[in-house]
């Protein structure tokens, strides 16, 4: 069996499907990455592993779920558990009392339509917002319990890529993606550059290191900012509405990216969008949040199949349905009669 | 209705009484992170080049010119009491008490404190601030705390530059253009301007306008709605505030120094 961490040219035109023999990234990592099928659990077609034969039944409850995909889910597998997770702003409820679990080594879309909380759900895992109730508990740690400290170790086994890309705009595409090898090593000047233009490599901008953020276009910023994320091997990445905006060639490299970094590094990625297609289409499970709450969950054919309306407005894009197209408001007529602007 | 009105008097009081709060735990961690300019003090150079270097055009010629008129106002109010040999000790005695500190830290409030508000205000905006949370850095050591101190130690330095440009001047006018007797001019300064009184007073003073000035343009910056509005609107409340600070401060500093 060919093991990641062989180094090969690892390249874009590659397909979306799991890493074959030859086709792993090159990616310099301090940890061994494991081969992982394209479910991410980590096990090769046909292995079972001790774990799944002892556990039969999922322990994990999923608020408001429609669907109930037949995977399996352990403690050990489990990355990120969010319990009872309540958060409001002011008066107005974001989330109320969800549950979801990211399995260790998939790519786990949360998808729902603008303003439903999907960016606010990755600043609560990542410790940026607190929540109002529940627990949210990653790589074993409850991210609510830990000091600055603590919260600052943990985020170094995290990478995040900003919806804007969020580069620093004084440093070079360098180094951008220095900076947190020269905050957090003590790595000589040779092997940090080595590592940069390494992760420069893995994103295809290796020769653009030496341009300036604003000198980029929006789909290599985020590129950049994807090797940025990667450049002190994370466990988990996140990644904020990476589609938005980008066009198809922009858009398919990203796919690409997330997918094969995924699988090659051995990473665990969540990934929140609006962009039911493409992040269907290189997602392990996706969980459809609307109105705070859960509606769906399951792989993406699961999703696909799901019969209930909400769900089917969502996916199909339907202008009408349960979710409304109106902000609550007074009746138009009312509206239009009463006073002046 | 009155109760309406009074209601929302409460909560604008307690809106300002917060982020008077948020502005001092702000102060308070900047200050904290003072480690990060020992670890790393090019972050410190860095920040005095743009505080202070990148300002020394606007301070110097405005120093040259508040001096010029002040050569020429004391030169007529001193000759009506055929004091005009004492023009040097005026100029020089206005402008390191007074006239230094303070218009420097207005000229820098303008001209850094602004930058200052909008870098990290967009900083803010843009996520940057929020980046640098994920790679686990603190932006309050990383970005303020250099800021800060580049901005409390450039301050006495522009300050004696612009005295020490409008001295000249006040020499220019006086000397060269009025008459006034060049050794007269000189002499008397060196004899009448106290080090202890005068100089040093004028420092402490614009050490404390440059705290000022800094902290309200980082507080304002760091505390801005994340969007164009909410910049530009923090970055003239920076200016505005700072000015209005700053002038306030000198009136207690002066009562408090040379009072009495």
């Known amino acids: ?341 | 209705m009155r109760l309406n009105a009074l209601a929302r008097l409460g909560c604008t009081g307690l809106d300002a009484l917060e982020r008077l709060g948020r502005a001092h735990l702000l102060f308070v961690r900047s200050v904290l992170g003072i480690g990060e300019i020992l670890r790393r003090p090019r972050l410190l150079w860095a920040q005095i080049f743009n505080v202070g270097v990148l300002s020394l055009l606007i301070v110097g010629i405005s120093g040259l010119f508040v001096g010029m008129v002040l050569g020429l106002q004391g030169y007529y109010v001193l000759a009506q009491f055929g004091a005009e040999q004492s023009l040097g000790v005026m100029v020089a005695t206005s402008l390191v008490r007074e006239l230094g500190p303070v218009v420097t830290a207005l000229l820098v409030a303008g001209r850094a404190g602004s930058s200052l508000t909008a870098e990290i205000g967009l900083m803010k905006a843009t996520e940057q601030l929020s980046a640098l949370e994920m790679m686990a850095v603190d932006p309050v050591r990383r970005i303020l705390t250099p800021r800060l101190f580049g901005g409390i130690l450039a301050m006495p330095l522009l300050a004696a530059i612009f005295s020490a440009v409008g001295v000249l001047g006040g020499y220019f006018v006086g000397v060269g253009l009025l008459g006034v007797d060049d050794g007269a001019f000189w002499s008397q300064m060196q004899a009448k301007v106290d080090f202890e009184e005068d100089i040093l007073n004028g420092l402490i003073k614009s050490l404390a306008f440059g705290v000022i000035v800094t902290w309200v343009a980082l507080f304002q910056g760091y505390d801005s709605v994340p969007t164009a509005a909410g910049v530009s609107s923090a970055t003239t409340r920076s200016v505005v505030h700072a000015a209005l600070i700053v002038l306030g401060v000198d009136f207690v500093l002066t009562a408090l120094m040379f009072g009495g």
């Open chain 1, 1 to 341: 069996m060919q093991m990641a961490g062989n180094v090969h040219a690892w390249r874009l035109d590659a397909p979306l499907s799991p890493p074959q023999n030859g086709q792993l990234s090159p990616l310099p990592s301090n940890r061994t990455p494991e081969r992982r099928n394209h479910d991410g659990t980590g096990r090769m077609d046909g292995e079972i592993t001790p774990t799944l034969l002892q556990n039969t039944q999922s322990d994990v409850p999923v608020s408001g779920s429609h669907t109930s995909h037949a995977e399996i889910v352990t403690d050990a597998e489990v990355l990120v558990c969010v319990r009872g997770l309540t958060f409001r702003r002011g008066s107005h409820l974001i989330f109320d009392d969800l549950n979801l679990d990211i399995r260790s080594g998939s790519v786990t879309a949360i998808l729902g339509q603008s303003g439903s909380g999907k960016t606010t759900l990755l600043k609560l895992i990542t410790g940026q917002l607190r929540p109002d109730a529940g627990t949210i508990t990653v790589a074993g740690e409850d991210v609510q319990q830990l000091d600055k400290a603590g919260l600052f170790r943990l985020r170094r086994r995290m990478g995040m890529l900003f919806q804007s890309g969020a580069l620093l705009t004084d440093l070079t595409v360098f180094e951008n993606v220095a900076y947190p090898l020269r905050e957090h090593t003590d790595l000589s000047p040779s092997m940090l550059r080595k590592l940069v233009l390494l992760k420069l490599e893995a994103v295809g901008l290796r020769g653009a290191r030496d341009l300036l953020p604003h000198e980029l276009s929006g789909g290599m910023a985020r590129r950049v900012a994807l090797a940025r994320a990667i450049a002190l091997d994370p466990l988990l990445l996140l990644y904020d509405e990476p589609f938005t905006g980008q066009d198809p060639i922009s858009m398919g490299m990203l796919m690409t990216l997330i997918r094969q970094l995924n699988d090659a590094a051995g990473l665990t990625s969540i990934l929140v969008s609006h962009d039911v297609q493409e992040t269907a289409s290189i997602a392990d499970l996706l969980y459809v949040i609307s109105e705070g709450r859960i509606i769906a969950h399951g792989t993406p054919a699961e999703i696909a199949a799901d019969p209930s309306e909400e769900v089917r407005q969502f996916m199909d894009g339907l202008p009408d349905g349960p979710m409304h197209f109106h902000y609550p408001a007074p009746a138009l007529q009312d509206d239009l009669l009463r006073g002046t602007a």
